[in-house]
């Protein structure tokens, strides 16, 4: 595969005490780099606004209304920016960021202003940083533009890009059949070929504190993408190098490939 989207959430760039895991940060910027010099074109998905905004204004809770949780965002997210645009600099990368509300999907103009803007930024050369436009977008009923979570913007970016494979980096390493941070018999699923409401019914609780998406939503990108023939990983976070073995063919997490 040439270009891949790369999805990580925020639980796996936070430290479990709430302060940024500047590591990860760099190891992620070193991974993605060395890809993009290997060839690869690479688009990242990163959660992390509001962990990275909580951490920048010293709050030790999440906040309460939607208001201040939008504001803690717009904080964070430049922030998070900065922390990527330093970071790949080292590795001799730049990066661009997109902020992404649902009129993508919803009106064509937007839709092919930004699938412009992600072709454009990668035939130069950069790194497009992709997350939510959480201080803009709304969930009310009327004209509902938030994504809700980036589980399933990863899968649309990968599909208005038509990305070779959708990377997930996550707390867990895989998909299995009940949660394993509950059940210690879990077992990993290699391979699926087909996420049908008797695969759906397999994902339990969110079991991270940051985590908004759990497993429900990585099933639903899965299917999103597999509906497109389009391919995705599941895979851990914890070390940013397992990118290098998914690529090369290894058998690692969960693979979500058409049959
Ligand atoms: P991230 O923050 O990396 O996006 P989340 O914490 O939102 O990830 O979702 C992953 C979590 O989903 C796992 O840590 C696990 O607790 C939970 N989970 C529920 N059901 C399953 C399952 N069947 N297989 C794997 N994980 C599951």
């Given at each position: 595969?040439?270009?891949?989207?790369?999805?990580?959430?925020?639980?796996?760039?936070?430290?479990?005490?709430?302060?940024?895991?500047?590591?990860?940060?760099?190891?992620?910027?070193?991974?993605?780099?060395?890809?993009?010099?290997?060839?690869?074109?690479?688009?990242?998905?990163?959660?992390?606004?509001?962990?990275?905004?909580?951490?920048?204004?010293?709050?030790?809770?999440?906040?309460?209304?939607?208001?201040?949780?939008?504001?803690?965002?717009?904080?964070?997210?430049?922030?998070?920016m900065n922390l990527y645009s330093r970071?790949f600099s080292?590795?001799?990368?730049?990066v661009?960021?997109?902020?992404?509300?649902?009129?993508?999907?919803?009106?064509?103009?937007?839709?092919?202003?930004?699938?412009?803007?992600?072709?454009?930024?990668?035939?130069?050369?950069?790194?497009?940083?992709?997350?939510?436009?959480?201080?803009?977008?709304?969930?009310?009923?009327?004209?509902?533009?938030?994504?809700?979570?980036?589980?399933?913007?990863?899968?649309?970016?990968?599909?208005?890009?038509?990305?070779?494979?959708?990377?997930?980096?996550?707390?867990?390493?895989?998909?299995?059949?009940?949660?394993?941070?509950?059940?210690?018999?879990?077992?990993?699923?290699?391979?699926?070929?087909?996420?049908?409401?008797?695969?759906?019914?397999?994902?339990?609780?969110?079991?991270?504190?940051?985590?908004?998406?759990?497993?429900?939503?990585?099933?639903?990108?899965?299917?999103?993408?597999?509906?497109?023939?389009?391919?995705?990983?599941?895979?851990?976070?914890?070390?940013?190098?397992?990118?290098?073995?998914?690529?090369?063919?290894?058998?690692?997490?969960?693979?979500?490939?058409?049959?």
């Amino acid at each position: 595969s040439k270009r891949i989207v790369i999805k990580i959430g925020t639980s796996s760039i936070m430290m479990a005490d709430g302060t940024v895991n500047y590591q990860q940060f760099d190891r992620l910027a070193y991974v993605l780099s060395s890809l993009k010099q290997a060839g690869k074109e690479i688009i990242l998905v990163s959660s992390g606004a509001i962990g990275v905004g909580m951490d920048k204004l010293y709050l030790a809770e999440r906040p309460k209304t939607i208001r201040q949780q939008q504001a803690v965002a717009a904080v964070g997210q430049s922030e998070m920016m900065n922390l990527y645009s330093r970071f790949f600099s080292h590795y001799k990368q730049t990066v661009g960021q997109i902020l992404m509300t649902r009129d993508i999907v919803e009106f064509p103009e937007s839709h092919k202003n930004v699938v412009n803007t992600f072709e454009t930024l990668l035939d130069m050369g950069i790194i497009p940083v992709v997350n939510e436009n959480d201080a803009v977008a709304v969930d009310e009923l009327e004209h509902e533009t938030k994504f809700g979570d980036n589980d399933q913007l990863s899968a649309i970016v990968a599909e208005i890009t038509h990305a070779d494979l959708l990377i997930m980096l996550s707390d867990v390493d895989g998909f299995y059949d009940k949660n394993p941070s509950k059940f210690a018999d879990a077992t990993l699923f290699h391979t699926v070929h087909n996420v049908d409401d008797s695969v759906m019914a397999l994902a339990g609780d969110v079991g991270s504190n940051f985590g908004t998406g759990g497993m429900i939503t990585k099933l639903k990108a899965a299917k999103h993408l597999l509906k497109n023939n389009q391919s995705m990983v599941l895979a851990s976070a914890a070390d940013p190098t397992i990118l290098f073995d998914i690529l090369a063919g290894l058998e690692i997490g969960t693979y979500f490939t058409p049959q």
